[in-house]
């Protein structure tokens, strides 16, 4: 489980009653007013979760992994609760053990085909040396991780076995806020426990999962439910619990799944070829608000707008420029960055899109051949991290641009677009620029690549991140 820290603003809130009740009551002359509004929302009753739980549970899983991590990995509680502790993280603040140590985890998950296919969490079985699953009849297999996609968290299992119960696949866009939904995993370890709820809010985008745009709900999910599904009121699978968002560590009612649309994406393309592919547009882009929207002569602040655009991209073939403002990607509004970001990474390297832009109060339409993320990987080496530099080092770089090293003061370096496995461990983040290895600077990514292949143990990072620069050693496996 993934959990994140946020800080809570707190608003009031207000009861109100149920419609049959409101025109029951009766309330003197102010009544019909109330009556006529309660009786537009017509009620409804609650699903039949038993039914769910006792057709469905059978498909869903408990998933038990054990591996190492290096030292490093392990929370220091003197830095642990320091905002700059991700950054520093990994480095020689006191002596420490060397080596790796045995870690275990548990998440859950479900069967998707009657041989023995599974979908789970991506950081489910992270660093996972063997996995484990177990069946809702007590049966334990030893599961093959066929592919793994850091980017959506999505991860896919497979088990030698037949004649599974198996889940059926709803339609995530068909969900509504308001609707109901329930979770089937293994919070802490207890095995087939069921939590319901609502959907909260529908494509939510969250700091560091650009491509999914997730379904948040008030289910409680906690450490043991990642991986697990969530079901509509149908009973059909609409998504992944894969986070919470919390001060404490444990369920504060809010609880963030995977799309299952983005999965079985992710499912499709390993079982097909063995990898994971995301399209690539090439920019960089940032929220409006009503001061930006008025400056950019926008009736309201909804869109993307473009910061920079990426030298060679899909998007500078396309003609994109800085200051536009994307209102629309083959027709389907952009509302937020979430949805440009998610959209183009759901979408295949070679797609042509057309983008509907807003240039100096004028709209205009774009037409655009996406490019290959550098997030799309080989998905069976991800967690085992491949040959080439930049998947044992576990980051997606690319040159910085002249307007980017212009802005920045830089003669060169790389940007930081993607991070998991040894840089990620090592506290290293998307944004940041890698200036040189080992004290030798880099401005390819050949040189990258070459610089990480040169050595079997590890290599020094100078990392900048805004105005410090630290030098960050990365453990090679």
Known sequence: MKTKSVVLALAAASVIGAGGATAASGYGAGAPHLQAAAATVAPTSAPDYRAIVE????????????????????PNPDFENDPFFRFYRGLPFAPVP????????????FIVSPDGVILTNAHVVRDASTVTVKLADRREFEAKVLGVDPATDVAVLKIEASGLPTVVIGDPAALGVGDYVLAIGSPFGFEQSATSGIVSAK?????????????????????????????????????????????????????????????????????????????????????????????????SPNGALVSSVAPGSAAEKAGLRAGDVVLALDGTPIERTGDLAARIGMAAPGDRVTLQVVREGKQIALQAVLGESKDSVAAADAAQAGD????????????????????????GGLVVEGVTGAAERAGIEPGDVILSVNGKPIE??????????????????????????????????
């Open 203 to 299: 494509g939510r985008s969250l700091p560091g999962d650009a491509y999914v745009p997730f379904i948040q709900t008030d289910v409680a999910v906690n450490p043991g439910n990642s991986g697990g599904p969530l079901f509509d009121a149908q009973g059909r699978v609409v998504g992944i619990n894969s986070q919470i968002w919390s001060r404490t560590g444990g369920y504060q009612g809010l609880s963030f799944a995977i799309p299952i649309d983005v999965a079985i994406r992710v499912r499709d393309q390993v079982l097909a070829t063995g990898t994971v592919r995301h399209a690539r547009l090439g920019v960089t882009v940032q929220e409006l608000n009503q001061a930006l929207a008025e400056s950019f002569s926008l009736k």
């Open 98 to 109: 060397r080596g790796e140590v045995p870690v275990q985890g548990q998440g859950s998950g």
């Open 444 to 477: 390819t990514v050949e040189q990258l690549r070459a610089a990480a292949k040169g050595t079997d143990r590890q290599v020094a990072l100078l990392v900048q991140r805004g105005d410090a620069r630290i030098f960050v050693p990365v453990q090679l496996g």
């Open 55 to 74: 057709r469905y549970g059978p498909a869903v899983v408990g998933v038990t992994v054990e591996g190492k991590v290096p030292v490093s990995r392990q």
């Open 388 to 411: 080439a530099g930049e998947s044992r080092l576990g980051m997606a770089v690319r040159p910085l641009g002249p307007a980017e090293r212009k802005a920045a003061g830089l003669k």
